[in-house]
């Protein structure tokens, strides 16, 4: 089933790359969203057939974010359908055509990492993913785009390196045992006559090479400027789908270091990341001019938080595999709303923009109650999470980290505030208010259909997402 | 006779932290390449002639001659000034790369395990770390690349060390070198070459907060 899918992307990508028509195109489009949600579907019910795998398993986790990647596909679909025809004048056939198969290859090497029974093809897709996503960064061909690009490609190169030397010492690890076969089924089952020494080693390469993906200290710095420079549709999917390559990938090994000895010092490790990356969040949140940046570090915050739910275990588990599939419905409608910002008022700098109530009412309701979502503060979905978190902390007495944490979400929501408030509330100095386009309210249906569906998840979640995500924590448990 | 040819790698880390001209840089690598290759072929447990075409293709086409050649074009191309720029002075470089050395010797004695052959790890380890050293002291985005392009070697020698018995991990690792360094060569210092006049980190300081 994988490969049909595998073969049908790469079928519909190439057509789009070589494309000229536009319905052609668009139908396209279509066509890649019915048959990722066809083979969603399918492998959600393959989750409970015995057949054995090799390099594709569809169970809980993958299945999961599977489907939170076939919900975030249609908005991201169509607001790059918008940004390419109505706003941006100087895209051609050719330009658009890149930009959508970029999409389509991105989307589908996130798809095939979730579903990865096998550290190494893992690895081969999250490298797809830096090939596809480094297209989307370069996408308006500036200077800037070009410096964006190739931090970006650099920093994910030497994460993938480490990586790969990670994926070494963990062969070394069970060779000692004879154990060559290193799929996740076989690394699980037999935990047990790992050399933890080399297995120490493994996972510290694979953790520090997966965190430019997922966005934790200490390679996070590439992922902020890819989501600054790419257009925000592309930024969208990065700020949500990609991050959550880094997070399953990390996740797999960490159920795996989880049932050896190592599983106090890997949470020692972990906590650490996170925390820091709370911490680096916060540094920026407070001085932050440029909005769409500012977006980038609040993912940085979640993927913190999340990654502490993980180390916390027991219910933190739950909170942060909820909050995971929660910020990938609640942080892209920010980057959608971006771009209807942007279009006022041909800036991202706090400087130039304000009084946005004023010129895009439904938009600006948008963001407020994005920001209510994305800063925790109740109705938010995420509140339920991060409340659990909270809980867990307290049951595994980690006294400090809850205190700290309380203390760097403040200043967060500090700087995060001050910022949309003076989106939405302060008049904007020299703004010419002549050449501020139209924007039609349905343009932001998505994004409130989005907000819905985070918060009705969280307060009445419905049975499918309680069994995966059981399901998922089974391999941690 | 591997390890002969493994301390020659490890000398040659130590003539790279003191070269002054960007050819100097290049022949290196080309030099590397071509140690990597006869590493390769004495490590082989049997001899097959896929198997040594692919290595061939791998260390000798496309290590010691595609890719010196490349950047030998690009730096023509582009009229990179000749000289290295490095931030700290020559002789401090040799002693921070002899003590990359020493340190790696000293951790790798540290483990007790005889999955792994010692020399393999100790240069493995030290062309790693040398490559970091070399991409975080030099000033100019070519030799980010040359420094990353040691790295590679680095994990060449590495899987080389793991994975005789596993082919699978030693083919990956060739895949992770062709496509990343193509990647990172082909296209974008391509691009930053026609944008920027003499490439310099400091013209790609403008994204921040």
Known sequence: MISVFLILSSLIGIGLFFNK????????????????????????????????????????????????????????????????????????????????????????????????????????????????????????????????????????????????????????????????????????????????????????????????????????TAGIDAKDKAPAPAGALFASILMNVGFISIYRTYALINKTPLQHWAKTVILIAAVLSIFVAAVYMMRIKNIKRMFAYSGIEHMGIVMIGIAAGGIGVYAALLHIVLHTLVKPVMFFQYNQIYWVYQSKSIYDIGNYFKYNKTGAIVVLLGFLSVTAIPPSGMFVSEFLIFQSLIAQKLYLILILMFILLTIIIYGFGSNVFKLLFTPPIDFNEERVPVIKPWESLSQYILLGLAIWMAYCPPSILIELINGSLKLIA | MTDILLIALAMSLLYMSIANRMITYIHILLFQGILLFAITYLTLDKVEPLNVAFIMLETIVFKAIAVPWFLNSLIKRNNITREAEPFLPNFLSLIIVTLIIVISIILSSSVSSKLIDKTFFIVALSTLFSGLYLIVSRRKIITHVIGYLIIENGVFILSLAVGNEMPMLVNLGIMLDIFASVLILGIFFNKIGDVLKDPDVDLLRNLKD
């Open chain 1, 21 to 220: 028509n536009k319905s052609l195109m668009y139908s396209l489009l279509v066509l890649y969203v019915i048959q990722l949600w066809v083979f969603g579907i399918s492998q959600y019910l393959q989750i409970h057939t015995e057949a054995s795998f090799t390099y594709f398993k569809p169970d809980h986790i993958g299945i999961l974010l599977l489907l939170a990647l076939a919900i975030v596909a249609i908005p991201s679909l169509f607001h790059g359908y918008r940004y390419m025809e109505k706003h941006n004048e100087g895209e051609t056939p050719r330009t658009k055509g890149l930009f959508f198969s970029a999409l389509i290859f991105l989307m589908t090497a996130s798809a095939a990492a979730y579903l990865s029974n096998h550290l190494a093809v893992t690895w081969i897709f999250v490298e797809a993913t830096t090939l596809s996503a480094s297209m989307l960064i370069y996408h308006h061909r500036n200077i800037r785009a070009l410096e964006g690009v190739w931090k970006y490609v650099f920093i994910c190169a030497i994460s993938i390196t480490f990586v790969f030397i990670g994926i070494l010492f963990l062969s070394l690890s069970f060779k000692s045992a004879g154990i060559t076969d290193l799929t996740f089924d076989s690394l699980y089952a037999n935990y047990a006559k790992a050399d933890l020494f080399w297995l120490r080693l493994s996972f510290i390469f694979i953790f520090i090479g997966f965190t430019a993906k997922l966005g934790l200290v200490p390679m996070y």
